[in-house]
């Protein structure tokens, strides 16, 4: 059973940094892991994502020499560490597990979703 778990959101002021982390029980090491936010009224949109073996699929514009995606497989985790952060990064942060080791930017591809935790960046 797959289950994944975020931690690490919060309040900072803008500038600031925060580090999400994501517990991927069931997850196993060839599965493509995923960052996703969204705000209300407005579409999930993909951060980040990273293959199996490490290397960066994808970064949304807003995140490229901001945010940084990292996985541990051995310990089951997935980071996103977000550094430099602005008010418009204010959203809840989804992490996100695809059965497949293809890693796509639409939402609709990743088959598991954690609960979110929420990032609020105040200016």
């Known amino acids: 059973q797959v289950q994944l778990v975020e931690s690490g959101g919060g309040s900072v002021q803008a500038g600031g940094s925060l580090r999400l982390s994501c517990l991927a029980s069931?997850?196993?090491?060839?599965?493509?892991l995923g960052w996703f936010r969204q705000v209300p009224g407005k579409d999930r949109e993909a951060v980040a994502s990273?293959?199996?073996?490490?290397?960066?699929?994808y970064f949304a514009d807003s995140a490229k020499g901001r945010f940084t995606i990292s996985r541990d497989n051995d310990k089951s985790m997935v980071h996103l560490q977000m550094d430099s952060l602005k008010p418009e990064d204010t959203a809840m942060y989804y992490c996100?597990?695809?059965?497949?080791?293809?890693?796509?930017?639409?939402?609709?591809?990743?088959?598991?979703w954690g609960q979110g935790t929420h990032v609020t960046v105040s200016s």
């Open positions: 996100a597990a695809a059965q497949s080791s293809v890693c796509f930017r639409d939402p609709s591809e990743f088959d598991y």
């Open positions: 069931g997850v196993i090491s060839s599965n493509c």
């Open positions: 990273i293959y199996p073996d490490g290397v960066i699929s």
